[in-house]
């Protein structure tokens, strides 16, 4: 029998609306939650809200409308947004639910008469804004050790769970299951703290006098419970704790927890402590990831540096937005969001490595195999350049199962974009425009057949990230949705189909002209960015004089050039950007040949629209000096470690 995969979020606050930091949290979960039902693996996954306590009452009583309708307008937004970046949630909690209340009330009656709650006169240091008790000690300069604000000094009488017993079980515990705590680093935060700090018992209410708006303590009507007390429980209540036992079986303990590295503490010192004293099982992981920052900057409502998702989405389309969080965070560390940088992945990985790839495949198919799909030999990858190639595809197949199991997603796409780049590179090794040409039609089959099925491949495995466009790329290839057995398999995509003619799955997108790295709004820079569409309206092979100023010049060698069939001035030329190769055609036969080209390094315009000379694809465009009836290339003087340098 598989193993059960239970993932969760943290549920949010109410009293905002979400920005990229909730979205990924959430987007993560769900690439993991698709990767475990690729693989047949029974899966729930949880998203909700965290609807009371004095953060949501406060953005009531400011926005002058009752906490519940703060609630009900804002759950809204959340759950609009997770429709529109394609969340897969099984179950949307949210903690004003009678299903919800119900149980936390029964937890509470349940500790409270075992003992493990109990009423105390408590004198000490409140935070408002992080509604948490201090001791004296714990204070830092007097004020919060937590956000460094003041603190209120209170009295009053509260409940308190016994928290602090269980100080030396939980160093164990930690200890002895390092997979509990991920990062490992983390792990040794919590047991830092938990090592050099004696454990407090837990104020676990509030007097209604100060904050109403809580789940009332069942055995004390004067109280509600705390926040973070109610919140945890939901992980539990949303699958049948104390309601459907089976259901509660069947997904508990949970697999994986995903939460920020901001609420370590409650998940992973409060949080064990409550499940031991109720004696239920701990969750195998709790997984804290790093912030998104808004370039090196907290993004912060205060800031106004926030980034929307809706906006990044409407901009760029879902699956853009879902692949660059992905794919750009090291899981555990801080990541930096601009828009710059987002078009620059979007442009190089998507639009130029597996777009172009993509769109490479398909014309040639159309082209050399009258657009129908060959029959390959099962023999093709046995040897030569087709076993390299399928090899990196495999190990890709081997990164990404290895880089889900130890939360390394962007390790397992940087794999899988390994593979595409070698499709593309195994294209200039082969040529099949040549072999096209020489009449070896098995030959040009077996290239073009197995760069279909090494597409094949890869859009399995980024199809969790993004389902939409795989899908769309896979059914090119009269492909569904992806079958993991299939995976290690050569030749599934069936011989004889029609591939039909397609438009750029990811059409590049140019960087906002006015855009600078410092702008302090996000808001303000994303406004005036370029669409994909635009971009396709607007580059029509012809730059204006105000886009000279934009143009990207870069060098290229020239690593290989033939004459363009039925063209006297055309040379085509294959040339190396970088890491990436693109062919380029050249008005210069006349002044050039082909031999005599090769090896140079050249200057070329690289984010010219690539467009159709002679029904042939050019990819740029280099750059000449020319008087009359002489032209000469422009070359760069001497040898530079890449290709791809920026002219300056
Ligand atoms: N309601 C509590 C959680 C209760 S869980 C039982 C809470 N809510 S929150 O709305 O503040 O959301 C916190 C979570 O949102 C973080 O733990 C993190 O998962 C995500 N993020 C919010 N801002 C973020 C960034 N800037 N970057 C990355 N994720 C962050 O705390």
């Not at 002058?64 to 394609?86: H, K, N, P, S, Y």
């Not at 714990?138 to 017993?165: H, T, W």
């Not at 089959?445 to 760069?451: E, V």
């Not at 906002?512 to 303000?524: F, I, L, M, Y």
Request: hydrophobic share 35%.
């Amino acid at each position: 029998m598989k193993k059960n995969y239970y993932v969760t979020t943290p549920i949010y606050y109410v009293n905002d609306q979400p920005h990229i930091g909730h979205a990924y949290t959430t987007l993560l979960a769900d690439v993991l939650a698709n990767y475990h039902r690729l693989l047949d693996t029974p899966t729930f996954f949880l998203t909700g809200t965290d609807e009371h306590g004095q953060k949501v009452q406060q953005a009531a009583d400011k926005n002058g409308i009752t906490a519940q309708e703060q609630c009900d307008q804002t759950v809204v937004r959340f759950q609009e947004l997770w429709d529109r970046l394609e969340i897969t949630n099984d179950d949307f909690i949210r903690t004003t639910e009678p299903r919800h209340k119900k149980i936390v009330q029964e937890v509470l009656q349940d500790l409270y008469d075992r003992d493990e709650i109990y009423r105390a006169e408590y004198e000490g240091w409140y935070c408002v804004g992080c509604e948490r008790f201090f001791t004296e000690k714990d204070l830092v300069d007097g004020n919060c050790p937590d956000c460094g604000k003041k603190v209120e000094a209170i009295q009053e009488a509260n409940y308190f769970f016994r928290m602090s017993k269980y100080q030396d079980w939980l160093i164990n515990h930690i200890e002895t299951h390092p997979e509990f705590i991920q990062p490992a680093f983390r792990a040794n935060e919590t047991l830092g703290f938990l090592k050099t700090k004696e454990l407090q018992d837990l104020c676990i209410s509030r007097p209604k006098a100060r904050l109403a708006w809580g789940i009332e303590l069942p055995f004390d009507h004067e109280f509600v419970t705390y926040v973070w007390f109610d919140a945890l429980l939901n992980y539990i209540t949303a699958i049948g704790y104390k309601s459907d036992d089976k259901k509660f079986n069947q997904w508990w303990p949970a697999t994986q927890q995903l939460i920020g590295k901001d609420i370590l503490t409650t998940h992973t010192v409060y949080w064990p402590t409550m499940l031991k004293a109720m004696g239920v099982e701990l969750p195998q992981s709790v997984f804290a990831h790093g912030w998104w920052l808004t370039g090196r900057t907290k993004m912060s409502k205060s800031l106004g540096n926030v980034v929307d998702p809706m906006e990044m989405v409407d901009r760029y389309g879902v699956d853009a937005f879902r692949y660059f969080l992905v794919a750009e965070m090291t899981l555990g560390q801080d990541a930096s969001f601009t828009e710059e940088a987002f078009i620059r992945r979007y442009n190089s990985d998507l639009a130029n490595d597996l777009g172009n790839l993509l769109s490479r495949t398909v014309n040639m198919l159309g082209r050399y195999c009258n657009g129908t799909f060959p029959t390959l030999g099962k023999t093709a990858i046995e040897t030569g350049p087709e076993k390299e190639l399928w090899e990196t595809v495999q190990q890709a197949v081997i990164d990404m199962e290895e880089s889900i199991n130890t939360m390394r997603l962007n390790n397992g796409i940087a794999s899988v974009l390994t593979a595409v780049r070698k499709v593309n590179q195994y294209f200039e090794i082969k040529q099949p425009w040549t072999l096209a040409k020489e009449g070896k039609t098995e030959d040009v089959a077996t290239t073009l057949g197995l760069a279909a099925e090494a597409l094949r491949v890869c859009s399995a495995l980024l199809y969790p990230v993004m389902p939409k466009q795989m899908s769309a790329l896979r059914s090119i290839f009269g492909l569904t949705k992806p079958n993991l057995e299939h995976l290690r398999i050569f030749g599934v995509i069936t011989a004889g189909i029609t591939i039909p003619k397609i438009d750029p799955l990811f059409p590049r997108v140019e960087q906002p002209k006015e855009e600078k790295p410092s702008q302090p709004t996000q808001k303000k820079q994303t406004k005036k960015s370029a669409t994909p569409q635009k971009t396709t309206e607007k580059q029509e092979g012809i730059i204006t004089y105000d886009d000279v100023m934009n143009v990207k010049l870069c060098t290229a060698k020239i690593v290989t050039a033939a004459k363009l069939e039925g063209a006297d001035k055309l040379l085509k030329l294959q040339v190396k950007v970088g890491d990436e190769t693109r062919q380029i055609i050249a008005g210069i036969a006349q002044h050039y040949s082909a031999e005599e080209i090769i090896g140079k390094t050249i200057i070329i315009v690289a984010n010219l629209k690539p467009a159709k000379i002679r029904g042939v694809e050019s990819q740029g465009m280099l750059l000449c000096a020319s008087t009359g009836d002489h032209l000469k290339l422009i070359t760069v003087d001497g040898e530079l470690p890449n290709t791809g340098a920026l002219v300056k």
